[in-house]
Every structure is written in structure tokens, then in C-alpha cells.
């Protein structure tokens, strides 16, 4: 089968300010597309010009990147408009059995939406209207773009939040949900554990990561879990006021802001790990959640991240808002219990299984 995938934002920006890197193969979308491709089918990948790595690099699959116009009217960073994306399909739809575009709201979706409807599948991750100048054109795409051209494609959602949320504007929403798709070759997973929490994210203020601080050192102030670490895993602007906080919560001793961190880093760090802690005040599916669980190391988060349900559901942790101490001596004490329905889930997180899945429909 010849498959088509259409992404154009391959990475989160941060005050609409799109990441530099050297290379795009530790995103979540080319490694959905390996996984097309390891189930032998033959797959492209189309992105946004502005998102081109700095460096040259060579793929496994063929990637196009498009260049974007009107960049201060739709900004790269949230709503790319690429017209040369237009031309390609409406050029080279025939080719291609299937097209899988990511998001309801973007310009891809909807161009494959009208000049090849019935081979497209839309792979919804959104459970809220963006809040982008007032929400304002988040709710005329949904309530008219939406309804107009998106009544012959089918929509599969990422999480049953956003299945929740995109069935009320389009009419052909799968009763399946697919995650983020995970390459496990470049996840080990570890039943062996340190006696250590991870946090994975950007150092900014919407990840919350003070509060984390409070509640790990209501559990070190514990006599039996004194000895305990937490490794921060990330980089931002908050990083040097967090530091001094740990020192003013007395528990700098405790805890390792280990920066930026590569994949094969990142895994190990999470593989022994007891836990990866979440206390997010706004997120969408956040993909170190299957990372950790592909790790085989369980979650601890709050109910903001859309896929959190899964948390619970497949007993991969503990999804609870205003966790605490209390939730975390819970996992220390189950980690076991924990850790094993993680490496059972391990293969529905595969890239190849949500390939799979988005083929079926």
C-alpha cells in the first residue's frame, strides 16, 4: 500500500517560536511513519518548511518539506498554510491508497479532505478549542469548515477525550482510539528500579513543575524515604528559579536537573525509574507517557493530560488529581504491580500497532 502522511507541525512551539534541531527522527510522527514502513508498505511524509532540521540528514522513508505562506496571518508555529501542499495532492492523489493527515484543525487535513475524501483518515489528537485570539477561529474551523468539507472522512481519535470532543462537529468518528505510536527499538524497558522518580518536560510554567518539588519533598521529609532522588529531564526558562527552590525546600541534595536529554538518554533515565511524575496545568496527549510505559515504568499524573484515562484504565499507574506523598509511598510500595501491566501494555504502543490500527480504520 502506498500511504501519504500529512503533518505539517512536527514539533511544539514555545511563544510560537519553532525548535532548532539537527534532526526530526526522534518525532512522534517519523516514527509512525517506520512503522507504516516496517509493516511493508511503502510511506511519505509531508511537513512544514519551517520545521527542517539544521542539519542534512538522510531518512528511511521519503520526507517532503513544504514552505509556508502568510506566516503572519497563519503562523507556522500553530496553522501553517502551505498552498504547494494543495498542488502536491490534487497532482499526486492517485498514487497513494491511503492518506493519514494529523488534526481536524489544519489545512492539510483539509485539503485532503476535499480533493481525496474517501482514501483520507484524520488521526484527531485536540480535545479543546485552542485558545489561540479568543478561540475565535478554532470555533468557525470546527462549527463550519468542519461540518462543510469533512463529511466523507473518517476521523480516529487519539484519546477518548478527543473522540469526545471532535464528535460533536464531524459526523464519521471511529469508535477506536490510537495513540502515539512508540519505536520500540529504541526503548528498553527494566524491571529493575532505583529508588528514584523522573520528570520529563520543559522547565515553563504550564508544566507545573514546582508543585511536583512540594510533593517529592513532602515525601523525602519522610524518614523512610529520605534517600529518595528525583531527576528533571528537561530544559527552560524556569530552571534557575526551580533550582533555587529545591535549595529553599532543603532538598537540592535530592534532586538532578540532568538538561536536555536524547532519546537513548532519556529512555535509560526512565527505564530506572519508579515512576514518572506529571502535575501538568495544560496538555494534550503528552507523548512521554507511552515513553515511560514502553520503559516499563509507570505514570504518575494529574487528569489534564487527554491521555491519562489510559493510565488507569490498564492500571499503568495512577491518574488522580491533587496526587501527593501519599499517592507516590502507593506506587514505592506497588511498584511491582505497576510495572508489570506496564511491559504487558508495552506492545499496544508500538508504532507499528498504531499504524496497523489507522489502516483498519
Not at 532519546?263 to 527505564?271: K, P, Q, S, T, W
Request: aromatic share 10%; glycine share 4%; net charge positive.
Amino acid at each position: 500500500m502506498n500511504i501519504l502522511l500529512l503533518n505539517s507541525v512536527l514539533y511544539t512551539a514555545q511563544d510560537n517560536v519553532i525548535p532548532q534541531v539537527e534532526s526530526i527522527k526522534d518525532c512522534m510522527i517519523y516514527n509512525l511513519a517506520l512503522g507504516f514502513k516496517e509493516l511493508g508498505h511503502n510511506v511519505t511524509l509531508l511537513a512544514a518548511a519551517d520545521y527542517r532540521p539544521v542539519k542534512e540528514e538522510e531518512y528511511d522513508i521519503p520526507v517532503l518539506f513544504i514552505e509556508s505562506v502568510c506566516k503572519r496571518l497563519f503562523l507556522p508555529s500553530v496553522l501553517p498554510f502551505q498552498p504547494g501542499l494543495w498542488n502536491y495532492l490534487r497532482r499526486e492523489r492517485g498514487k497513494y491508497d491511503l492518506v493519514v493527515s494529523s488534526e481536524v484543525f489544519a489545512f492539510p487535513s483539509l485539503f485532503a479532505a476535499i480533493l481525496c475524501p474517501k482514501k483520507t483518515v484524520i488521526w484527531h489528537e485536540l480535545a479543546v478549542h485552542t485558545k489561540k485570539m479568543h478561540s475565535i477561529p478554532s470555533y468557525c474551523w470546527y462549527h463550519i469548515v468542519a461540518k462543510l468539507f469533512f463529511r466523507k472522512t473518517w476521523v480516529i481519535a487519539r484519546s477518548e477525550n478527543a473522540k469526545r470532543f471532535i464528535s460533536k462537529y464531524v459526523a464519521h468518528v471511529s469508535d477506536r482510539v490510537v495513540e502515539h505510536g512508540i519505536n520500540l527499538t529504541k526503548f528498553q524497558f527494566s524491571r529493575e528500579k532505583k529508588e528514584q522518580f523522573i520528570v520529563v518536560s520543559q522547565l515553563i510554567p504550564r508544566k507545573n513543575i514546582d508543585s511536583i518539588l512540594a510533593k517529592f519533598h513532602c515525601l523525602v521529609a519522610k524518614k523512610e524515604f529520605r534517600h529518595f532522588r528525583l531527576v528533571i529531564a528537561g530544559r527552560g526558562e524556569l530552571e534557575n528559579s526551580l533550582k533555587r527552590l529545591t535549595v529553599e525546600l532543603g532538598i537540592d541534595g535530592n534532586v538532578d536537573f540532568a538538561g536536555f536529554k536524547t532519546h537513548h538518554e532519556l529512555n535509560r533515565l526512565m527505564a530506572e525509574s519508579m515512576a514518572m511524575l506529571i502535575d501538568t496545568k495544560q496538555d494534550n496527549n503528552m507523548v512521554s507517557i507511552p515513553e515511560a510505559v514502553v520503559s516499563g515504568t509507570p505514570v504518575v499524573t494529574n487528569l489534564v493530560p487527554t491521555n491519562a484515562c489510559t493510565i488507569d484504565r490498564h492500571q499503568l499507574g495512577i491518574a488522580l488529581n491533587g496526587w501527593d506523598e501519599n499517592t507516590l509511598i502507593d506506587i514505592i510500595r506497588n511498584n511491582a504491580f505497576y510495572v508489570d501491566h506496564c511491559i504487558a501494555y508495552r506492545e499496544k504502543l508500538s508504532n507499528t500497532y498504531s499504524a496497523q490500527e489507522l489502516i483498519n480504520k
